[in-house]
T-cell receptor, first 113, second 116 residues
Framework: AQSVSQHNHHVILSEAASLELGCNYS??????LFWYVQYPGQHLQLLLK??????LVKGIKGFEAEFIKSKFSFNLRKPSVQWSDTAEYFC???????????FGTGTRLQVFP | DTGVSQDPRHKITKRGQNVTFRCDPI?????LYWYRQTLGQGPEFLTY????????KSRLLSDRFSAERPKGSFSTLEIQRTEQGDSAMYLC??????????????FGSGTQLSVL
């Protein structure tokens, strides 16, 4: 069965620090990969996605993620975080044969000014 | 607001009662999903529809749970004989037709269920 692991449950950073959130998935076939974000008091929204092609994908607000197939990983990065990036971040995966999206447990990011 | 709307926002019920939630997706979206989220966990897939057809249902979903989308527009999720373990945020999402439906999900704000 598919599964997604996010090992960082809670990350605390100061503004301008660099960010990397880990995501590993378990599935032997071809997958699509996503990062969703939930800002305080708001609904989940898509941050970025990978379907095929360049394994380095760029999303909104300066975020990027790199798909490393050999490591079954899709880590999220941002070179310099802002206070407004405080949110919960969810990695998600679905196989290309289904529309069912499987989410990780999430990483809560707190950025202090 | 033309996003996904869910009603009610909050529901408090006693154990053993039945509850029903409603989701109105974005109008041109033909796929509709239900997820459940508990504290400290990510959204857990429950079921999804393409138009009025229920295409997949999680094996974790007991027979007490049923979802419908009779006209391919809004959907309802009913939980019968609620248990305290059903307490969670119930999320609805929709997506556009074409390609992989999970390409981009638009989520609602959810219905928070508390079973006493």
């Amino acid at each position: 069965a598919q599964s997604v692991s996010q090992h960082n449950h809670h990350v605390i950073l100061s503004e301008a620090a660099s960010l990397e959130l880990g995501c590993n998935y378990s599935y032997g076939g071809t997958v699509n990969l996503f990062w969703y974000v939930q800002y305080p008091g708001q609904h989940l929204q898509l941050l970025l996605k990978y379907f095929s092609g360049d394994p380095l994908v760029k999303g909104i607000k300066g975020f990027e993620a790199e798909f490393i197939k050999s490591k079954f990983s899709f880590n999220l990065r941002k070179p310099s975080v802002q206070w407004s990036d405080t949110a919960e971040y969810f990695c998600a995966v679905n196989s290309i044969n289904t529309d069912k999206l499987i989410f990780g447990t999430g990483t809560r990011l707190q950025v202090f000014p | 607001d033309t996003g996904v709307s869910q009603d009610p926002r909050h529901k408090i019920t006693k154990r053993g009662q039945n509850v029903t939630f409603r989701c109105d997706p974005i109008s041109e979206h033909n796929r509709l999903y239900w997820y459940r989220q508990t504290l400290g966990q990510g959204p857990e897939f429950l079921t999804y529809f393409q138009n009025e057809a229920q295409l997949e249902k999680s094996r974790l979903l007991s027979d007490r749970f049923s979802a419908e989308r009779p006209k391919g527009s809004f959907s309802t999720l009913e939980i019968q004989r609620t248990e305290q373990g059903d307490s969670a945020m119930y999320l609805c999402a929709s997506s556009q037709p074409g390609g992989t439906g999970a390409e981009k999900l638009f989520f609602g704000s959810g219905t928070q269920l508390s079973v006493l």
